[in-house]
């Protein structure tokens, strides 16, 4: 299993980005994928799940303005986030659900993380 984030970076508070994680090593459009961000000295916060029929969960820290999608045929699953704060600095990460077609909700529902991609913003 390879998953490899990309397209952090600085962005002044209110604006956008859009990560990307490209899998590789498993049948994609079998397994729920999910991102998730983590602080240093804290926890990883699972912020949105998109799951094999391509509806999506979103922690109340993200929803309506982070947007999850996937593209089967590209092994690729996206992030798009708007509205970012400084709170949303942070080092993100893809995951892909421990077992086929498992409708992963919490970080334990996860078996891998990628290296992730960090984010950082700030004026």
């Known amino acids: 299993i390879q998953l490899v984030e990309s397209g952090g970076g600085l962005v002044q508070p209110g604006g956008s980005l859009r990560l990307s994680c490209a899998a590789s090593?498993?049948?994609?459009?079998?397994?729920?994928m999910g991102w998730a961000r983590q602080v240093p000295g804290e926890g990883l916060e699972l912020l949105t799940v998109?799951?094999?029929?391509?509806?999506?969960d979103y922690s109340d820290s993200v929803k309506g303005r982070f947007t999850i999608s996937r593209d089967n045929a590209k092994n690729t699953v996206y992030l798009q986030m708007d509205g970012l704060k400084p709170e949303d600095t942070a080092r993100y990460s893809c995951?892909?659900?421990?077992?086929?077609?498992?409708?992963?909700?919490?970080?334990?529902?996860?078996?891998?993380w990628g290296q992730g991609t960090q984010v950082t913003v700030s004026s």
């Open positions: 090593g498993f049948t994609f459009s079998r397994y729920s």
């Open positions: 998109i799951h094999t029929d391509g509806h999506a």
């Open positions: 995951g892909r659900a421990e077992k086929p077609y498992l409708e992963a909700r919490f970080p334990e529902d996860f078996l891998s």
